[in-house]
């Protein structure tokens, strides 16, 4: 397969996977103030969730990595030729190559803790706030890394 078959298929599993970890995000969020305000118990339903919701985090961090070593507009001569001063003056290099990579990094490490952090809690009702807290963190994050304005990249067919 020639390396841009694979570039355009990861790009477009990381694009739209970016939708379903916003809308899972939602629901998440929802269900984690829902159960600490009403101090429901947390169930498998609960966990199920924050799983599903983490390891599409986790997916698009991996396809991301590959993307960020193989992609040609982080790839290419006139990059490799440019100091990481440069890089950094250059907006549009500096959100690729170290705003996006930076707070979707942090924005998964927070979740996968968050997860951990859930199951060491001795009851329904603080596995619920500490679910809602560092997933409202990683939520913040990942909102904050995902390039709206650049409309091109919304929807990718
Ligand atoms: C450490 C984790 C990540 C790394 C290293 C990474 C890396 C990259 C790179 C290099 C690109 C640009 C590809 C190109 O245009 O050639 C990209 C695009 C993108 N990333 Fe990530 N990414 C990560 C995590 C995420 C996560 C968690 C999300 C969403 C929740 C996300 C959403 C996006 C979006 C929406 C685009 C634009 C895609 C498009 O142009 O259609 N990324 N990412």
């Known amino acids: 397969m020639p390396d841009n078959t694979i570039y355009n298929l990861l790009l477009t599993a990381h694009s739209w996977t ?34 599903a919701w983490v390891g599409l985090i986790l997916f698009n961090a991996l396809t991301g990595f590959v993307l960020y070593e193989i992609s040609p507009l982080l790839n290419n001569p006139s990059v490799d030729a440019m100091s990481f001063g440069e890089i950094m003056k250059n907006k549009m290099l ?57 409309t091109g990249r919304l929807f990718r067919f």
């Open 94 to 150: 500096r959100f690729w190559k170290v705003e996006h990579l930076t707070l979707m990094l942090l924005a998964a490490v927070i979740a996968q803790f968050g997860r951990i952090r859930i199951k060491r809690q001795s009851t329904d009702t603080k596995r619920h706030k500490v679910s809602a807290l560092y997933f409202t963190i990683g939520f913040i994050l990942i909102l904050a890394g995902i390039p709206w304005a650049e």
């Open 18 to 51: 970016r939708w379903f970890i916003l809308l899972l995000a939602l629901a998440v969020l929802f269900k984690s103030y829902k159960g600490w305000i009403e101090q429901s118990p947390f169930g498998k339903g609960d966990n199920a969730l924050s799983a």
